[in-house]
């Protein structure tokens, strides 16, 4: 269902047979992620159902659709476990492009604004990858832990320059994606040592109290401050300098779930 918020009426309605995962929104194209496929509609009053990708089970709902009106890449995840395949909707017939992520399947993937650079993560969640959409090749690793964890939201800022990262462990992790020197790096980097000890870390990375699932995102006035809102209907700012030294700038609780954060700005 397309809901139109300000005539407060629902003006589309599609009907499937298998469960809708995700549903991703732009101008000129509805995109429904299906279990096993990926299906793409115009944006009409009568959608008109144009293409339809066949993926590798896909619970989650992964798809992502670049939002700038000049580049209609749409990323989903391939028929293998831990790829990712990238289609360019302006331009099907020169067909898509597949980048090996993953050895296991996906977690979370996630597009920057201009479409240039898509970010993944596995179900293991210690590894973040970020691939040129052009070729699929890989620019940047990054490590978020050596222990498992679910990921659950991976954002660009708005010049690509920062990524942060939220996951189950109640972290949020920033990362610089151009300035390698500011992420940390064990001093252990020596060439016969296993990869682990020359893994880029994040510079810096804030604690979210509670176990609720939470998405996080940059601010978009304040390019030094990162926005997360909680299943358990929390709302946090935190702000950061390029040293890496944070703060929590504000909490808000919505929902009124659970005891009151004695520590909150009010």
Known sequence: MIWDDLKKIAVIEMEFSSTVRSVKLRRDRIVVALETMVKVYTFTQTPQQLHVFETYPNPKGLCVLCPSSTNSLLAFPGQNAGQVEIVDLG?????????A????????????????????????????????????????????????????????????SLLCVSSDHGTIHIFAVDDHKKNRQSSLGVSFLPKYFSSKWSFTKFQVAGNAPCLCAFGSSDPHSVI???????????????????????????????????????
Request: proline letters at 2%.
């Open 228 to 266: 997360v809102v909680c299943g358990d209907g929390s709302y946090h700012k935190f702000g950061f300098d390029p040293q890496g030294n944070c703060t929590r700038e504000i909490y808000a609780n919505f929902l009124e779930i659970g005891n009151h954060d004695p520590n909150a700005k009010d």
């Open 91 to 99: 331009n099907t017939e020169k067909g898509s492009t597949t980048v």
């Open 101 to 160: 992520a993953h050895e296991t399947s996906l977690s979370c993937i996630s597009m920057n604004l201009q479409g240039t650079l898509l970010a993944t993560a596995s179900e293991k969640g210690t590894l973040i990858r970020i691939f040129e959409t052009f070729n699929g090749t890989m620019v940047n690793e990054l490590r978020r832990g050596s222990h498992a964890a679910l990921i659950y939201c991976i954002n660009f800022n708005h010049d690509s």
